[in-house]
Structures are given as C-alpha cells and as structure tokens.
C-alpha cells in the first residue's frame, strides 16, 4: 500500500516571501500521479497542483511549483510571492496511474497547515 | 451549476443512533468517494464506487455502510458501531476511474452528543 508522509504539521511565511511545503511517499509503482491540495477555512478541497511521474518536468501553476524527486519520493511544493489568502491547510496526495484497479483513490499526506504573515 | 451537495452541513448524533450523510452530484460522474478527516491524519478513504450498484471498502470501513442505487447519489451511514464517528466527512467525485479531475463537496461535520 502507498503511504504519503507530510513531516510539517505547520509552516508560516511572510507575505511575499517564499515557503517549501514538503512530501514524501512510499510506492512500489512507477506510473502514478501526485497532487498538492488546498483546504482554507471553508474546508472546500482546492487543487493546486498536479505532477505525472512520467514526465520530468516540474509542474508549475503560476506562484506554485513543485520540486519532484522520482528516485527519492519527494514531492515538495514552492509558493512562491506569498500572499494572505494563500493560508491554509495544504495536503500532498497520491493516486496510482490512471484506469488501475484503484479505482481513481487517493491516499493523503497528514497536511501542512500554513500561516502567511502581513 | 454543476457539483457535489453534502447534507448537512453539521449533524449531531447521539450514542447507538445511526445517522446518514448525503452526497448528491450533478456531473454525470462514475466514480464516488467518502473520506473522513481527523486532525492530524489528513483524509482517509472509507468507501468508494466506480459504477452503480457496486462499491468498494476503503482503508477505514468499519463501522460505516454506503449505498449506490443511483449514479448521483451515494449516501454514508455511520452505524453505532463506529465507536469514534466525530469527524469531518468529504464526499468527491471524478468522470470515471481514469480520471483525476476530482470535484469535492463542502463537507459534513458530524458531532456525537
């Protein structure tokens, strides 16, 4: 079974700076996929960020990139230009490849909660 | 619009009752999921359904049941067995299994009183 394993139960940055949210998981596959969720106050699941394990490239969505680390099991994500609305709850989750008989699943990190500071 | 509706939104459940949360979507989606959130654990699954009529245990399914009568609709029921029902309770779904644009509902935070 896979396991995602967030180590910051909390983060905090200054606004406009820049902060790393770690990740990292354990998985005998090796097409799969990973996410960065976002989850503020309202408790509605955000996604930020989706990386395929076959491409090398980092994903980037505008502020938020991630550094993926196939070999290593890494998957952290940069939120770069901090701003106040990006506080919240940030969770890392895996999937296998798609159509597997997983049936789509999604196994979550512990989450990350982040604070900005003005 | 299109969505998943929880309902509802809060639910209080008294020791030995069973109780029912509602997940209704409108996207015409095959594949349906119920994770429960505790503080410090992240999300973990506890049912989910590719197709109509049939669905799957996940890593957390004692004490809980689940029904897919309908494609729209997959109801959770926590039995009195699940000894520990306090927590905050996410519907999702996507097109099919081979898909991972995931729509999440709102929530519902269940209490035990």
């Known amino acids: 079974a896979q396991t995602v394993t967030q180590s910051q139960p909390e983060m905090s940055v200054q606004e406009a700076e820049t902060v790393t949210l770690s990740c990292t998981y354990d998985?005998?596959?090796?097409?799969?996929?990973l996410f960065w969720y976002k989850q503020p106050p309202s408790r509605q699941m955000i996604l930020v960020i989706r990386?395929?394990?076959?491409?090398?490239q980092n994903a980037t969505e505008n502020r938020f990139s991630v550094n993926f680390q196939k070999a290593a099991k890494s998957f952290s994500l940069k939120i770069s230009d901090s701003q106040l609305g990006d506080a919240a709850m940030y969770f890392c989750?895996?999937?296998?490849?798609?159509?597997?008989?997983?049936?789509?699943?999604?196994?979550f990190g512990q989450g990350t909660i982040l604070t900005v500071h003005p | 619009d299109g969505g998943i509706t929880q309902s509802p939104k809060y639910l209080f459940r008294k020791e030995g009752q069973n109780v029912t949360l509602s997940c209704e979507q409108n996207?015409?989606?095959?594949?349906m999921y119920w994770y429960r959130q505790d503080p410090g654990q992240g999300l973990r699954l506890i049912y989910y359904s590719q197709i109509v009529n049939d669905f799957q245990k996940g890593d957390i399914a004692e004490g809980y049941s689940v029904s897919r009568e309908k494609k729209e609709s997959f109801p959770l029921t926590v039995t009195s067995a699940q000894k520990n029902p306090t927590a905050f309770y996410l519907c999702?779904?996507?097109?099919?299994?081979?898909?991972?644009?995931?729509?999440f509902g709102s929530g519902t935070r269940l209490t035990v009183v």
């Open positions: 990386q395929e394990a076959y491409k090398q």
């Open positions: 989750a895996y999937r296998s490849q798609l159509g597997g008989t997983s049936y789509g699943k999604l196994t």
């Open positions: 998985t005998s596959e090796s097409d799969y996929y």
């Open positions: 996207l015409n989606h095959d594949a």
């Open positions: 999702a779904s996507i097109a099919t299994a081979a898909n991972y644009g995931y729509t």
